[in-house]
């Protein structure tokens, strides 16, 4: 018995090596034949499977995350879960804007003011 094998998250199944899945650093998706419910897994340099649930191929809604991206109008939105990725509103992405050129302009500020300090 090898400690490879890729089993269910949710049921526990043993699932056949999916033959097309190798490139490290990927989620790929995978469908439970057992159990019927979807998952994600990656696989590392030694074929080991690391399974996670992700409830958001089961009907669940994608737990979006931003990412930390700068400048920060740049930040998409990536599912925990599922790896999946999707813009942020264009609301967000203004807001996010506005806060790039606020620190712009903080960074570019000279570091001794011309005014006069107090005391
Ligand atoms: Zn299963
Ligand atoms: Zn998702």
């Known amino acids: 018995m090898s400690h490879y094998d890729l089993h269910c998250p949710y049921c526990e199944t043993d699932i056949d090596d999916p033959d097309d899945c190798y490139a490290p650093e990927t989620t790929y998706e995978h469908q439970c034949p057992a159990c019927e419910k979807h998952f994600v897994f990656t696989v590392d340099y030694i074929r080991d499977y690391s399974a ?5 191929l089961n009907g669940a809604p994608h737990d979006y995350k931003e990412t ?5 109008q740049y930040t998409r939105l990536r599912c925990s879960m599922c790896d999946d990725h999707k813009p942020i509103s264009d609301a967000r992405r203004a807001e996010l804007k506005a806060q790039d050129e606020a620190q712009c302009a903080a960074l570019t500020k000279p570091n001794h003011p011309s005014e006069p300090t107090e005391g």
């Open 52 to 56: 996670a649930k992700a409830e958001c």
């Open 68 to 72: 930390t991206t700068f400048p920060r």
